[in-house]
């Protein structure tokens, strides 16, 4: 225990960052037909770029279709219930991009079953590029050892390494959960706390709007600590 | 000389941060651009702005120059035009002329870094010079490269294929090459004399200077005279809203005098707009930057109607100054516009009127698409992340794989 009543981890926790660089594939698609082959074969980093970079490059305020997929298909195509059935497929689900790219396969495999002959082709500009995520992962200097070192730290640190710990961890790294929740729960004994912020759905959060929700619920543990203790 | 910390306010410390963290990665690489000219055009305005940042950043970094006489430099320029798309005849001897020169710098340039740095296609054969050393090329691309003349592609294509990576600024730009291809788009400077903020005498002074007043809403279009721009679509289009809603309409722009079309071009919008003294027709010089500063700052709505376009940095800067903004759909435009969110996209004439009305008349719509727009560009478009590109582009020549831990 600290001297404020709060639990100290013999393992501290340890803020990394992510940043991220574009890679192209050169892939391109016209229609929905060219557009479900290359997903099918593109590397998963393509898949995971298209789902996850809106959230790094929207961080205060989100647009509508909140992937490139669902914006292509609604705006680009303009298959709306498509588009809106892509939007919505719910990313939590989710602890491996394989099994992402077969939900989001499967979907558009059997709207183009029924759809077959009104397939519409793109104006030139208009294509879909098909791009990957080269994810580069570095240590920073936070290192945290308990509830009140972590919040002082959420609050500071780049957006950038909340993403990594929420997301890329979680579903890249296929850890099948948030780093910070995992450390919560397993360094300082605060299950509950965990679950909460495990609980919060980071896809339909802003990123900013992540962070001070996470903030929150760890500043309301530190006060019914500090209360109680 | 802006430095680093100077762009903390702006984009946040933890952005700054980042650098040094990824900088100190790359400290122990001695990075070498090369181009064709060390002022005017974009190139030369990125690697001013960017070198002595990488150098802050402790990335030992540095610029060269090719050199070349008259005739080279008449064939880069068709090889430039080529590039885009333009009909241009070539001769043999322009090849040659191209491929003498390049040996005669590849020849006299002291070639040094770990990681050479090659702009556009003027100093592409330096690639030649890539067995006699142990270093990684790289060709940076700015040019807008997804309709290229075949015949040119043709030659470029065997000195590209030797570089380790191509950059590209908009996935449309890429083609199918051996190498790997990075995208990286261009970015604007926030503490520029064109983006920043200005105070209200310096912009009364511009509108005084051009007889502006702004007793009506302004739709403003930036760009040279230029058919692709469509500056008489633009005219076209405010006819349309002005029988709704009354407005003026300001096109201003980069006088080119050695460009012949830009001269016709100038003249036909001229003529077009003398009929309606609400349109405001602007030559200005290039360079003009507080000028256009000014008269995007005023604007109730800026518009970008051109009907092909490589990244479209004139974009950028009007949501950077979160402007409601109507733009075609077409090159790197729609990297910066998500429609309805951050600015509405068109196709025509007839949708670019409609969305300008629709802008003009819901205020408060206008205000938050411009708003949206705004922080689209801090996050992605300002020079800070195109800095954070270039240290992990040369970090990744060192690496494999999707996921690297440094």
């Known amino acids: ?165 929420t997301f890329e961890a979680r579903l890249r790294l296929e850890k099948g959960i948030n780093d910070f929740s995992h450390w919560v729960e397993m360094s300082l004994g605060e299950r509950q706390l965990a679950e909460k912020i495990a609980k919060l759905d980071p896809y339909t959060n802003t990123m900013e709007g992540l962070r001070t929700k996470m903030i929150q619920l760890i500043d309301l543990r530190i006060k019914e600590i500090e209360c109680t203790g | 000389m802006h430095r680093l910390k100077d762009y903390e306010p702006i984009v946040g410390p933890q ?28 190139v030369a305005e990125i690697l001013n702005r960017m070198v002595p940042l990488l150098k802050e950043l402790g990335v030992h970094a540095k610029w060269d120059v090719i050199k070349g006489g008259e005739r080279f430099f008449k064939v880069t320029k068709k090889f430039h035009n080529a590039l885009h798309g333009r009909v241009e005849s070539f001769t043999p001897e322009d090849f040659s002329v191209f491929l003498e020169t390049g040996e005669e710098n590849r020849k006299t340039m002291e070639l040094t870094g770990n990681v050479m740095f090659i702009h556009d296609p003027q100093p592409i054969t330096l690639i030649n010079h890539k067995g006699n050393m142990d270093a990684k090329w790289i060709w940076r691309c700015h040019i807008d490269v997804s309709n290229p003349d075949q015949k040119l592609w043709n030659f470029l294509r065997p000195f590209i294929d030797r570089y380790d990576a191509a950059v590209f600024s908009a996935p449309a730009f890429s083609q199918e090459l051996l190498v790997r ?31 502006l007043d702004l007793d009506k809403p302004m739709i403003t279009q930036i760009s040279r005279f230029d058919y692709l721009k469509d500056p008489l679509g ?37 003529e ?30 800026i518009i970008q109607k051109s009907i092909k376009e490589g990244f479209g940095l004139t974009v950028a800067e009007a949501l950077w100054k979160a402007k409601p903004l109507v733009a075609s759909a077409v090159g790197g435009i729609t990297l910066q516009v998500t429609h309805k969110y951050s600015g509405l996209l068109c196709h025509s004439i007839e949708g670019a009127a409609h969305s300008i009305k629709q802008l003009l008349q819901n205020p408060e719509y206008a205000r938050k698409l411009g708003e949206n727009g705004r922080e689209h560009i801090r996050q992605n478009f300002l020079l800070t992340r195109h800095l954070r590109d270039y240290l992990l582009l040369f970090l990744s020549l060192y690496h494999e794989g999707d996921i690297i831990y440094l």
Not at chain 1, 16 to 36: K, W, Y
Not at chain 2, 243 to 258: F, I, K, N, P, T
Request: charged share 25%; hydrophobic share 40%.
């Open chain 2, 234 to 270: 633009v005219i076209e289009a405010f006819k349309i809203v002005k029988r709704h809603v009354d407005c003026q309409l300001v096109l201003a722009g980069g006088e080119a005098s050695d460009d012949p079309e830009s001269t016709e071009v100038l003249a036909r919008v001229r």
């Open chain 2, 272 to 301: 077009k707009a003398i009929e309606d003294p609400d349109i405001h027709v602007l030559a200005i010089p290039s360079g003009s930057d507080i000028e256009i500063n000014a008269l995007q700052t005023v604007s109730s709505v």
């Open chain 2, 15 to 42: 952005v700054v941060e980042e650098l040094y963290l990824l900088a100190e990665k790359v400290k122990g690489l001695s990075i070498q651009n090369i181009n064709s000219t060390a002022v005017g055009g974009g």
């Open chain 1, 1 to 165: 225990m600290s001297e404020l009543g709060l639990t100290r981890a013999s393992e501290p926790f340890r803020f990394s960052t992510r940043v991220h660089l574009r890679e192209l594939t050169g892939l391109r698609a016209r229609n929905l037909f060219e557009f479900v082959e290359h997903l099918k074969k593109v590397p998963g980093s393509v898949i995971y770029h298209h789902t996850h970079h809106y959230l790094q490059q929207h961080q205060y305020q989100m647009p509508e279709a909140p992937n490139d997929f669902a914006y292509w298909i609604t705006e680009i195509l303009q298959e709306r219930s498509l588009g809106e059935k892509i939007a919505s497929i719910n990313l939590c689900d989710f602890t491996s991009i394989r099994a992402l790219r077969e939900e989001i396969v499967t979907v558009l495999s059997n709207y183009l079953e029924k759809n077959r002959k009104k397939l519409r082709e793109v104006n030139e500009g208009e294509e879909f590029h098909f791009v990957k995520s080269i994810s580069f992962v570095l240590p920073t200097p936070y290192v945290v050892y308990d509830l009140r070192e972590f919040t002082a730290v959420l609050k500071k640190i780049t957006i950038h390494s909340i993403y990594f710990h």
């Open chain 2, 181 to 211: 291809q990075f995208l990286i788009s261009p970015s604007i400077d926030p503490l520029s004399d064109k983006n920043r903020n200005l105070t209200e005498d310096t912009i009364r002074t511009v509108l005084e200077r051009f007889h």
